[in-house]
């Protein structure tokens, strides 16, 4: 059986951006198969009782330095985002849409929006900028956002990244007893060492 690692993630966390940037060379060096699950991380937050480590000022201050760390390690560009937090559910229903539609173009649209966020450090709360960073990665605006509001809700029918298609994502975090045993949840709450950890661990026992 094919080895699998389920990826969560919301383009609004470093960690999720610094994940992506390992787990596919990672996945590919021991033939597993990523699998990228968008997901609303506020949405987990307010499920679980939990708040983001960016408000607590104690885990606040180790925080960037653990991603700055990381970001060294690995090698890749990481600049603090002054604008943080970013309100996602545009980007991560759109990211939604693009995947169930145009997979071919997920990579490019990831990698729009990680950049722009976390290497340039952008104010994606501004619908004005993160149109013109969405055109700029070959992206029509205008089009995610019609078929964002063409919400089809007929029975056997998708649309373009309900927000009830998210909360099915976001409630595979209420239920862990649920999940597969092999799974590998890779989520923005866990610090980045220790979402590496597990992957490797994972993999190596597999």
């Given amino acids: 059986m094919r080895k699998t690692v389920d990826f969560f993630f919301d383009v609004g966390s470093p960690a999720s951006y610094l994940a992506w940037t390992q787990l596919p060379g990672m996945c590919e060096s021991h033939g597993a198969e990523l699998v990228y699950r968008p997901m609303l991380l506020g949405g987990v937050y307010q499920a679980t009782g939990n708040a983001s480590p960016a408000t607590i000022p104690v885990k606040a201050r180790y925080w960037q ?3 700055e760390r990381h970001a060294r390690r690995y090698g890749v560009p990481l600049k603090e985002n002054v604008h943080f937090p970013i309100i996602t559910l545009f980007l991560m229903r759109a990211i939604t849409g693009i995947q169930l539609r145009r997979p071919e173009q997920l990579q490019q649209l990831l990698g ?3 950049k722009a966020l976390w290497i340039d450090a952008l104010n994606l709360n501004d619908p004005k900028l993160t149109a013109d960073i969405l055109k700029a990665g070959g992206f029509d605006p205008g089009e995610i956002e019609r078929r964002l509001r063409a919400r089809n809700n007929s ?5 373009d990244a309900r927000l009830e298609d998210l909360e099915k994502l976001v409630a595979a975090y209420e239920a ?3 999940l597969s045993p092999n799974l590998v949840k ?3 709450d866990n610090a980045v060492s220790e979402t590496v950890k597990s992957v490797l661990l ?3 026992e597999l």
């Fill in 155 to 159: 029975v056997g029918v998708i649309s």
């Fill in 112 to 114: 729009c929006v990680f």
């Fill in 65 to 67: 330095l653990d991603y």
């Fill in 186 to 188: 890779v989520s923005a």
């Fill in 176 to 178: 862990p007893s649920q």
């Fill in 202 to 204: 994972r993999l190596t």
